[in-house]
Every structure is written in C-alpha cells, then in structure tokens.
C-alpha cells in the first residue's frame, strides 16, 4: 500500500512542480524524511503493520498542501499570512478526491484526514477522536517536528522561512516568546515579532513532542553544524 502511493506522490510531484526550485527541493527532502521519521516512531511504539504503512501514508502525504501554497504564494512562511497548509492538504485529498490516486481503500480516510488537519496546529485536540486518529495526530506532529530539528541545522534560514539571517542576528526576543519559552512553551505563530522570535519558536517545538522516541531522537542525532 505504501510503495503504490509513494509512487504516485512522486509522479504527482515532478508533474506538477519544478523540482529545481530550492523550495520545492527542500519540502521533497522534508516530506521523505517525515516519512522515515514515521517509521522510527512506528518501530520504537511496535505498533502493528498495519499502523506502521499508515504512519507512513500520512508522513507522504501531510504536507501535500505545503506544494500547491508555494506555487501559489511563493513562500511556505506564515500560514495566517496565506491559507493554512494542513487544511489546503485536505481540501486537496478529500474535497477534489486525489486521496483516491494514492490509496485505494476507503477504509483509512478519517485518520488520514484527521491527523494531516491536525498536524500544524497549535495545540492537539482530541476530542472526539478516536484512538487511531490520536496515535495517527500524534505520530505525524512529532514525525513533522524532529525533521524539522534535522532541517534547522542544514537548510538556509532564508529557504525554509523567507527570513535574512541578519533580520534574526540583529533582532531582540519579544517579552512574550521570552516568556511562553522559559515556561516550556510552544510558540503562537501569530505572537512572533522579530526574527528570533522566529527562530525561538522552532526551538519550542521541543516542548510538543509526544512520544519518547522523538525526543530521543533529537537528543542523539540532531547536532548543531552552524
Ligand atoms: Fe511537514
């Protein structure tokens, strides 16, 4: 199941996008390291089979939105600023029916849909829920965070947020990111006001990780290189 869609996201992919364009390039590289970051939650949890290709199947595809919004918009930064990307990915799959393109049974669609809706928001909230789509919430929104530590610490500032690295340099934190982080925090899109403030809030994603695992992982693989 999961070979048959991945190959369809990247036929999907190279049709409609230019892979030379570093944006692009940068989400491709991101989505497939989501999705190894899926299997590593998967195995670490011993989840079955079938959870383990479902992780995988929402890693593929969650950002799906993320690609339509940058040929549209020219930028990944700041949801609030454009539509937000998780629920563009879903209108994308589940609205127009591409889901059907990349997986044939129907027999998943409500925890796929629910955890790529849920996978950017701030807060997770389960209610309602049932206990796939929690795991599947879950498991996307740390799969998501730890590439992004990976990403952090490789990929150009300016690439990944639209943001100088001077404007990070010569800017001071803002009372309330200040103090959100020191109090274990994550950060609201919304109250960022300077380029560190920026910065700071993808270093409080340290603080919504879910399971273990994730933070395993970025305590024994993530260095910092710059
Ligand atoms: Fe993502």
């Known amino acids: ?16 996008f230019d892979i030379s364009d570093e944006k692009i390039k940068h989400k491709v ?24 290709t479902l992780s995988r ?4 595809l969650h950002d799906i939105g993320r690609f339509s919004q940058s040929k549209e918009f020219g930028s990944f930064r700041e949801d609030q600023k454009n539509i937000d990307h998780a629920s563009l990915g879903v209108k994308i799959l589940f609205e127009d029916n591409m889901i059907r393109a990349f997986v044939k049974e129907n027999t998943y669609d409500l925890i796929i849909k629910t955890a790529i809706a849920n996978h950017s928001k701030y807060e997770l909230n389960t209610q ?10 879950k498991l996307i929104r740390d ?28 800017s001071l934190i803002t009372d ?19 380029g560190i403030d920026i910065w700071i809030s993808y270093i409080a994603f340290i603080f919504d990780i879910n ?7 970025i305590k024994e693989k993530i260095t910092l290189t710059n």
């Open 57 to 60: 199947i929402v890693a593929l």
């Open 176 to 194: 309330k990111i200040y103090n959100d982080f020191m109090s274990k925090k994550t950060i609201l899109s919304k109250d960022r006001r300077t």
């Open 1 to 16: 199941m999961f070979e048959k869609a991945a190959k369809m996201f990247s036929e999907f992919i190279k049709d409609n």
């Open 128 to 137: 309602g829920m049932t206990e796939k789509e929690i795991l599947h919430s």
């Open 29 to 52: 590289i991101h989505t497939y390291n989501v999705v190894k970051m899926a299997e590593y939650i998967s195995k670490d949890l011993d989840l079955s089979e079938e959870d383990r």
């Open 143 to 170: 799969a998501d965070k730890m590439d992004s530590f990976r990403a952090r610490t490789v990929d150009d500032i300016y690439t990944m947020a639209n943001i100088a690295e001077e404007e990070i340099e010569n």
């Open 211 to 217: 399971y273990k695992s994730g933070l395993k992982y």
